[in-house]
């Protein structure tokens, strides 16, 4: 579904990814880990376009998508969750939900999103519907990020660090839901800092070390070698 093959990245002329390569399969979950500053956004923005990428390819659906604009690529069923949220403060919750919303892909072969379903995944939401986003705790907002996300009826939903700085309860309910939509065949790209979750619903996981991907292998690996965790991740 997502083929990233020896990207190089640059901000200016700063290079901040090295060869990077990565794949997300259909109805397979994967994180992306590594330490602060390792190069996990810049991945993400390297898929999205939202950097310079000198060498490598993107594609999605077999299609290449280096160098579309952005909105060309979120159309062709890439779903973002930005890290910082980025919700449209000054919409309501109902605003911001539709605004970008759109019918699924002819092939992914998924049961559309709709209000009634994120409002049942999410239930504040809906109580809240009517509120602007700069109303909602921090919590809500990111909920609103992940519901704005799906309603857009990605193919594959890029979350990146969803659940930092929430309350335990809040993280709780978005493991809940990112493990539901694992198990209804959504394909995933997850950065987290909670290694713990992220094996839980992930099958497979790459490491960032300075812009380069420095391990890849199955949750259960990832889980056995605590010398690795510690060497590349600090954990
Ligand atoms: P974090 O967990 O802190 O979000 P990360 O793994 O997502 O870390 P990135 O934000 O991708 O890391 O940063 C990778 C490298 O790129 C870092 O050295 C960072 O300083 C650099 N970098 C990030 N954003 C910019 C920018 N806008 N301009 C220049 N350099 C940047």
């Known amino acids: 579904m997502l083929e990233v093959n020896g990207v190089d990245g640059f901000y ?4 901040a990814l090295f060869g990077v390569s990565l794949q997300v399969a259909k109805g397979e979950a994967v994180g992306l880990l590594g330490r602060n500053g390792m190069g996990k956004t810049t991945t993400v923005r390297a898929i999205m376009n939202l950097l310079t990428v000198n060498s490598g390819s993107l594609a999605f659906h077999g299609r290449t ?22 919700i449209f403060p000054n919409l309501t919750v109902l605003e ?25 995944v999410f239930p504040i939401l809906g109580h809240r519907r009517r509120h602007m986003g700069n109303q909602l705790s ?23 660090e969803a659940t930092e700085g929430l309350a335990p309860l809040v993280r709780t309910e978005i493991w809940k839901c990112l493990g539901q ?13 909670n290694i713990q979750a992220l094996t839980d619903v992930a099958d497979r996981h790459y490491i960032l070390e300075k812009g380069r991907v420095v391990w890849t292998g199955s949750s259960n690996e990832l889980v056995a070698d605590s010398l690795l ?7």
């Not at 911001?96 to 049942?120: E, M």
């Not at 939509?181 to 800092?193: A, E, F, P, Q, R």
């Open 12 to 15: 200016g002329n700063s290079q």
């Open 65 to 86: 998508i280096r160098g579309l604009p952005t909105f060309r690529i979120a159309q062709l069923g890439i779903g973002l969750v930005p890290e910082g949220r980025q």
């Open 96 to 120: 911001n939900l539709t605004a970008t919303a759109r019918a699924p892909s002819k092939t992914s072969g998924l049961k559309p999103w709709t209000l009634d379903h994120i409002f049942q």
């Open 138 to 160: 921090g919590g809500e907002q990111q909920m609103l990020a992940i519901g704005r996300a799906l309603l857009t009826n990605p193919d594959l939903l890029i979350l990146d």
């Open 181 to 193: 939509l694992k198990d209804h065949g959504h394909s995933i790209l997850i950065i987290d800092k």
């Open 229 to 235: 965790r510690l060497q590349h991740l600090g954990v």
